[in-house]
């Protein structure tokens, strides 16, 4: 189940930098960011929201780990 876990926090890290480093070019011009901003513009609004899905999935996968025998 840990595995599982992991796997999601993986996911879920890819997406804050993303969100994070889409957020910070946006206004530069940068195709990709004005695309990604584009699709999500809440979570490039606000990128702290994926961090905290982020943090909360950390403390899950170690709770999860913690378990294993």
Known sequence: ?????LGFLVVLTVATLTFYV???IYGQGSAW???V????SDLCDH????AVATA???VV????RSFRF
């Not at 901003?37 to 999500?40: E, G, I, R, Y």
């Not at 990128?47 to 994926?50: D, F, G, R």
């Not at 996968?61 to 999860?64: I, K, R």
Request: charged share 10%; aromatic share 8%.
């Open 56 to 58: 909360v999935m950390a």
């Open 22 to 24: 889409a957020a910070g």
């Open 47 to 50: 990128p702290a929201w994926a």
């Open 33 to 35: 960011a004005r695309d």
């Open 1 to 5: 189940m840990s595995t599982l876990a």
């Open 61 to 64: 996968y170690l709770v999860l």
């Open 37 to 40: 901003c584009s699709l999500a």
